[in-house]
């Protein structure tokens, strides 16, 4: 058994964000333009992008999931988030990690997003 498949109690479940990267609320920002269609917050707010990791290259690495996997956009998400992120000044590749665990919960929603859909 490895270690990623039985983690290190105190491990987090969601790997950290590259936040002190320059270019890293630039991304944000990108992310923030997609949306899931059946739902008026976007992607971002709604907590679905878990991890977005920066390499000193540029190279972005997003790591997200969605509401449910039975989503009828599954297979079109990450392309889109690809696309928003990809023309950015100064981003060199982005690669999206489609993932399941840990699941999306409501608890994952920013404040915003609770507002916006009557959560709060």
Request: proline fraction near 11%; charged fraction near 20%; glycine fraction near 6%.
């Amino acid at each position: 058994m490895t270690a990623e498949s039985n983690p290190v109690e105190g491990t987090p479940l969601i790997k950290p964000s590259s936040t002190d990267h320059p270019l890293y609320d630039n991304v944000v920002e990108a992310c923030r333009t997609v949306y899931d269609p059946e739902i008026p917050v976007n992607i971002y707010d709604l907590g679905l992008i878990y991890t977005i990791e920066i390499s000193p290259e540029n190279e972005v690495r997003i790591i997200m999931t969605l509401t449910a996997p039975g989503c009828p956009v599954a297979g079109e998400m990450p392309g889109w988030l690809a696309d928003a992120v990809e023309p950015l000044d100064g981003i060199k590749q982005v690669d999206v990690e489609l993932v399941w665990d840990p699941p999306w919960g409501m608890d994952m929603m920013s404040d915003e997003a609770r507002l916006e859909l009557g959560f709060m």
